[in-house]
T-cell receptor, first 110, second 109 residues
Framework: NAGVTQTPKFRVLKTGQSMTLLCAQD?????MYWYRQDPGMGLRLIHY???????AKGEVPDGYNVSRLKKQNFLLGLESAAPSQTSVYFC?????????FGPGTRLTVL | GENVEQHPSTLSVQEGDSAVIKCTYS??????FPWYKQELGKGPQLIID?????GEKKDQRIAVTLNKTAKHFSLHITETQPEDSAVYFC????????FGAGTILRVKS
């Protein structure tokens, strides 16, 4: 089992550019999450999904969109990147109450 | 909504000493309290959790205590080792996890 994987690992964008972060899990979990991690602020929930075809907003959803077309994949999109979106992004899937995190994507927006 | 505060933000201990990290939460509906460890360059990993119907839980050198009345819970690591050096996050869940800001633990050998 690969667990939760994220691509890419690193990315640098210019303000206004768009990109998609991909999260994949091979554990057949229904619930999946996208977080951002910023210094001194812990992990903040951006969006989540309770199953294929569903998405919901978390604590900090503005500027992001998500899609869950397949159960194993959860995509996070930035339509027009801003410097405030410079962060480390983590995806997680959940079984029971335990969340399993991917290795993260470090995104810098110039 | 839920708010979780975590202290201290950094903690340095000598190898073999104990380390204690404390968290407080605001929502009395929270009933699940996990602790995650994040090593450098990796995603967080669950190390221990406790539910609201239990006051204490222990797993080898790690223990967690919960005081529902005071709305606080703590992580205790005994006999610390260099490999315990990491960032530790507490979280509370009324329905979705809300994380504390994290504690950087450094174990000096």
């Amino acid at each position: 089992n690969a667990g939760v994987t994220q691509t890419p690992k690193f990315r640098v964008l210019k303000t206004g550019q768009s990109m998609t972060l991909l999260c994949a899990q091979d554990m057949n979990h229904e619930y999946m999450y996208w977080y951002r991690q910023d210094p001194g602020m812990g992990l903040r929930l951006i969006h989540y999904s309770v199953g294929e075809g569903t998405t919901a907003k978390g604590e900090v959803p503005d500027g992001y969109n998500v899609s869950r077309l397949k159960k194993q994949n959860f995509l996070l999109g930035l339509e027009s990147a801003a410097p405030s979106q410079t962060s480390v992004y983590f995806c997680a899937s959940e079984r029971g109450d335990t969340q399993y995190f991917g290795p993260g994507t470090r995104l810098t927006v110039l | 909504g839920e708010n979780v505060e975590q202290h201290p933000s950094t903690l340095s201990v000598q190898e073999g000493d104990s380390a204690v990290i404390k968290c407080t939460y605001s929502d009395s509906a929270s009933n699940y309290f996990p602790w995650y460890k994040q090593e450098l360059g990796k995603g967080p990993q669950l190390i221990i959790d406790i539910r609201s119907n239990v006051g204490e839980k222990k797993d080898q050198r790690i223990a967690v205590t919960l005081n529902k009345t005071a709305k606080h819970f703590s992580l205790h690591i005994t006999e610390t080792q260099p490999e315990d050096s990491a960032v530790y996050f507490c979280a509370a869940s009324p329905n979705k996890l809300v994380f504390g800001a994290g504690t950087i633990l450094r174990v000096k050998s």
